[in-house]
């Protein structure tokens, strides 16, 4: 039980739908922690969401829902199932390409996105399957100027990356980040 609710909770009951970046880093660098901890034992979220991060009374953030997480039987395992909320779903997953651990990086950038806007990108689709099939070929979201600090927009460009290849170099520097 988490008396604070979920971040998604929080964010609906602030009075413009988001949280404060000052309070976005702290569950960012928890959430960070907790994937660190998943990712070393070849489990991938596959759900990663505001809707998904619970704040307890004490302010300790935990992950939770892992109804759709896997684990990989090898460090260089991949998975291929079509799995996870669509706004949040990596471009790799949704077209249906082979995935791991960076699959939760991806989500991980949308989720500070969400925090940071109130909604995820694309929020206007309401058709999943549309837009599951939009997803490889839409270009990443970004933050503009003034929607958080350069900072926080630089980690959310290295979080979304349009080849996973490329975000290998995220999960040593997500890590170093907290």
């Known amino acids: 039980y988490a008396q604070g609710g979920s971040v998604r909770t929080l964010m609906k009951a602030s009075k413009d739908g988001t949280i404060e970046e000052k309070y976005v880093v702290i569950i960012i660098r928890e959430v960070l922690l907790a994937l660190n901890y998943l990712h070393k034992s070849s489990i991938i979220h596959r759900d990663l969401k505001a809707a998904n991060i619970l ?7 935990m992950i939770c829902d892992f109804g759709v997480s896997a684990l990989l039987v090898t460090a260089s395992s991949k998975r291929n199932t079509l799995v996870g909320t669509p706004h949040w779903m990596a471009p790799e997953v949704a077209h249906g390409n082979p995935y791991d651990t960076k699959a939760d990086i991806w989500s991980l950038g949308i989720m500070i ?7 995820v990108p694309h929020a206007h689709i309401m058709d999943q399957a549309k837009l599951i099939q939009m997803l490889p070929r839409l270009k990443p979201p970004r933050l503009i100027e003034g929607e958080g600090s350069k900072e926080l927009r630089d980690f959310i460009a290295m979080c979304l990356k349009e080849m996973p290849s490329e975000v290998c170099r995220i999960l040593a520097l997500s890590y170093f980040w907290y």
């Open 113 to 119: 996105y969400e925090m940071i806007k109130g909604s």
């Open 55 to 61: 704040i307890t009374a004490a302010g300790k953030v």
